[in-house]
């Protein structure tokens, strides 16, 4: 079956510097584009940033942009978010999804999900 396993959250000071990781399995990981979200408590899950299956194409939610960088290596079936000058309103659960031919910003256009990480940045 389908898993993406999300790593790399943590505790981290404003201004401070994080990489998330997430390892897809069961599905031909070049085929799908891959997304990035977040979920603050109380607040509904947004949309962070977005990757095409090549990697050649990219987008990112105005609130990342110029600080968050998403990538792919498809040959180890990984997709990252390099996230830089962190402020303490990016404390989420932050989730990869995957999505078939696609690369969207909306929560419903993705086919699987992640369990998600914690990331926490104080002030």
């Known amino acids: 079956q389908v898993q993406l396993v999300e790593s790399g959250g943590g505790l981290v000071q404003a201004g401070g510097s994080l990489r998330l990781s997430c390892a897809a399995s069961?599905?031909?990981?070049?085929?799908?584009?891959m997304g990035w979200f977040r979920q603050a408590p109380g607040k509904e899950r947004e949309f962070v940033a977005a990757?095409?299956?090549?990697?050649?194409?990219?987008y990112y939610a105005d609130s990342v942009k110029g600080r968050f960088t998403i990538s792919r290596d498809n040959a180890k079936n990984t997709v990252y978010l390099q996230m830089n000058s962190l402020k303490p309103e990016d404390t989420a659960v932050y989730y990869c999804a995957a999505e078939k031919g696609r690369w969207s910003r909306g929560v419903d256009e993705y086919d699987y999900w992640g369990q998600g990480t914690q990331v926490t940045v104080s002030s």
């Open positions: 069961g599905l031909i990981f070049s085929t799908y584009g």
């Open positions: 990757i095409s299956w090549s990697g050649a194409g990219t």
